[in-house]
């Protein structure tokens, strides 16, 4: 009986114990260098068959209940670094990545980051920074479910982070910044800007 209770404590012990450590390594924000995948960050991919909905209920005349806009919805929920934004985390991994050294990025709008995007406005984009000495490139994704196929786009572009946030002062709009996941890399196989 004795020899019980001891190992029920032991097992007790040992999974809150587990657990414990388990909550603390969740929350650590990864440091660079550049994460393939850090954790509790899925890179955002959207398919065409997504509708365009905002994520609070409006008001009738186009306004949110709860924020008011959509820009303000983004507000409440990234963090902002001049006309670019995305999660703090990211936000100050770029801040601490050499600064002088080229990382790819991968740069949306506002309506792309909705699901009102077409290849044409990811083309615009990505000539948008080529104007501004960036490389720049749209890739495509195509996949087929039920027998229906979906397109997606990413424009993704190659600069420093010094030279990111001297691009930011210059924007007319606030653009969405992350890193350039390799998974998405990866699904993202087709080069369809430029034309090679």
Not at 119 to 131: P, R, T, W, Y
Request: net charge negative; proline share 6%; charged share 25%.
């Amino acid at each position: 009986m004795k020899n019980r209770i001891i190992l029920l404590l032991f097992l007790c012990t040992f999974f809150l114990t587990a657990c414990g450590n388990r909550s603390e390594s969740a929350t650590v924000t990864p440091e660079s260098p550049w994460p393939s995948h850090a954790p509790e960050a899925t890179p955002y991919v959207h398919l065409q068959s997504e509708t365009n909905e905002m994520p609070a209920p409006e008001d009738g005349q186009g306004q949110s209940d709860t924020y008011g806009s959509y820009e303000n919805f983004i507000r409440s929920i990234y963090g902002e670094e001049g006309n670019f934004y995305g999660k703090d985390w990211e936000l100050q991994m770029f801040k601490d990545l050499p600064q002088d050294e080229p990382y790819p990025f991968v740069i949306r709008t506002n309506a792309m980051l909705q699901g009102a995007d077409t290849v044409d406005d990811h083309i615009a984009l990505a000539q948008k920074f080529v104007e501004f000495g960036c490389e720049a490139k749209v890739k495509e994704m195509r996949s087929v479910e039920d027998g229906k196929e979906y397109v997606a786009w990413v424009t993704i572009i190659t600069t420093t982070p010094s030279h990111l946030w001297e691009l930011s002062d210059g924007l007319e709009e606030q653009l969405h910044v992350e890193q350039l996941y390799e998974s998405v890399d990866i699904r993202f196989d087709t080069v369809v800007w430029p034309e090679e």
